[in-house]
């Protein structure tokens, strides 16, 4: 009998897997952290023997270089690949062994990029499952546009005709176990409800399995959102081939050594919640909340290379910070403290601290009331996407991934700044706030502007 154990990363909305039998098993699309996919086969005791990887990612930095060097498996790559590791290239038809009676075939799949496989696990002959990696997601597919601009559409149609070749060479009933598709911005549609799915499934609800291949590529192409910008650093990293991760306790920072790595223009991130950060925080730092997308933003937003200091709460939360950093190629922080904000400061410097508020105060303060401000200044850091559905009117934008370059822009006033439900707010208000600017950060959903009596509008003209 077989097994798939999902190897969740939800901070950057992907998965992994584990599959196999009674004593060995594959790893699929592993992350770089692989001390968990090792825990999850000793706990299944089975040995891991090949590590398959489905295409050279974008998103995330592997784990496969790593897992197979420490369990002695065999590190299975598309043959089209253009990678610079120890690895046995996998052609379309390959059938590779896993355990008694089980095996993995492998099934071109180009689109997501040029060199893209699927891996059908087969039991005695059954199609048991489809490890679909960027092709076939829930409800949607891997974007088509990380590789080269002059392939996008190429890649979109290739997009389509591997999807209709998994849904004509699989039963319906064979799950669908994407790599991507849970938060991921490698996904061409935003995060679908369904946590699993199968071929059935995905014939009747999947936009590339339902239309024709016209209707289906500008759809997607007039769907794609902005693309992190860490990703062209991760898909070079992952194909040279990257190091072991270190995830050794970060060297101790005082409150001296704080206030010189700000001073030399090093980031120095505090991991607390947005909550706790507004209350009081080291001048100067910028808040990125370890329970938020921190990989995702962190690393899109940094200048790549730049060190980083990171303050947490707990020894805990620094630790699965760290974790989930290396995950995207931030491999070591510069430094780290832990505990009691007080104690980040040097005497007789203060912590600082702004507002935090909601659309209904915003409504007050741009209607004039009791202590007021009709003249307030109100950023949307929301991405252009989420913006074409509507914004406050007079609402300024600096999407957020662009708002450490263009502060200067920001008009001059008490800025209210908000995004579609805090997150990235708390994040644009620690920026704002750090450039010496007045701030009050909208901790509130953005459906509540509308019910709070502002005027949502179409954006015109940008």
Not at 189 to 215: H, M
Request: aromatic share 6%; with cysteine.
């Amino acid at each position: 009998m077989y097994f798939v154990d999902i190897v969740e990363t939800e901070g950057l909305g992907n998965r992994g897997y584990l599959a196999g039998g009674a004593r060995t098993a594959v790893a699929v699309d592993p992350p770089r952290d692989v001390d968990r996919v090792v825990a999850m086969a000793a706990r299944r005791g089975v040995r891991i023997v090949r590590v398959a990887e489905t295409h050279v990612h974008n998103d995330y930095v592997s784990g496969g270089p790593e897992l197979a060097r420490i369990t002695g498996a065999r590190h299975v790559v598309p043959a089209a690949a253009r990678v610079s590791f120890p690895h046995t290239p996998v052609h379309d038809g390959d059938t590779l062994p896993v355990d008694e009676g089980l095996a993995l075939r492998a099934v071109a799949t180009p689109g997501h990029t040029p060199h893209h496989v699927a891996y059908v696990l087969t039991e005695d002959g059954r199609e048991a499952a489809a490890f679909t990696g960027g092709s076939l997601l829930i409800g949607s597919v891997g974007r088509p546009d990380l590789v080269e601009p002059r392939l996008t559409e190429e890649l979109a149609r290739a997009q389509h005709s591997s999807a209709h070749r998994l849904a004509r060479e699989l039963g319906d009933e064979v799950p669908v176990m994407p790599t991507h598709g849970f938060g991921s911005f490698c996904s061409s549609s935003p995060q679908t409800d369904r946590d699993s799915t199968t071929i059935g499934a995905e014939r009747k609800s999947n936009d590339v399995l339902l239309k024709d291949v016209d209707a289906f590529v500008a759809g997607l192409l007039a769907g794609l959102d902005d693309i992190p910008a860490y990703y062209t650093h991760i898909g070079p990293l992952n194909a040279a081939g990257p190091p072991p991760v270190d995830l050794s306790p970060a060297a101790s920072a005082d409150a001296g050594e704080i206030a010189r790595r700000l001073a030399a223009g090093e980031w120095v991130v505090d991991l607390r919640s947005r909550t706790a950060f507004s209350a009081g925080h080291v001048a100067g730092s910028f808040n990125f909340e370890a329970d938020g997308q921190l990989a995702t933003y962190l690393a899109w937003l940094i200048p790549w290379g730049k060190p980083v200091t990171l303050l947490a709460e707990s020894p805990e939360q620094l630790a699965g910070a760290q974790r989930e950093l290396v995950r995207v190629g931030i491999d070591r922080p510069a430094a780290a403290a832990t505990g009691d904000p007080g104690s980040w400061v040097r005497d007789g410097d203060r912590l600082r601290s702004f507002e935090r508020n909601t659309f209904a105060g915003l409504a007050e303060t741009r209607g004039g009331g009791t202590g007021g401000d009709g003249d307030a200044v109100v950023l949307d850091v929301r991405r252009d996407a989420e913006r074409a559905g509507g914004c406050v009117e007079g609402s300024a934008h600096i999407p957020i991934h662009e708002l450490h370059g263009r502060i200067g822009e920001v008009p001059p006033g008490r800025v209210w700044v908000h995004c579609a439900s805090g997150m990235r707010a708390a994040i644009a208000a620690s920026m704002l706030d750090a450039a010496g600017r007045e701030v009050v950060a909208v901790d509130d959903a953005f459906d509540a502007a509308g019910e709070a009596g502002l005027r949502v509008v179409r954006p015109a003209g940008e």
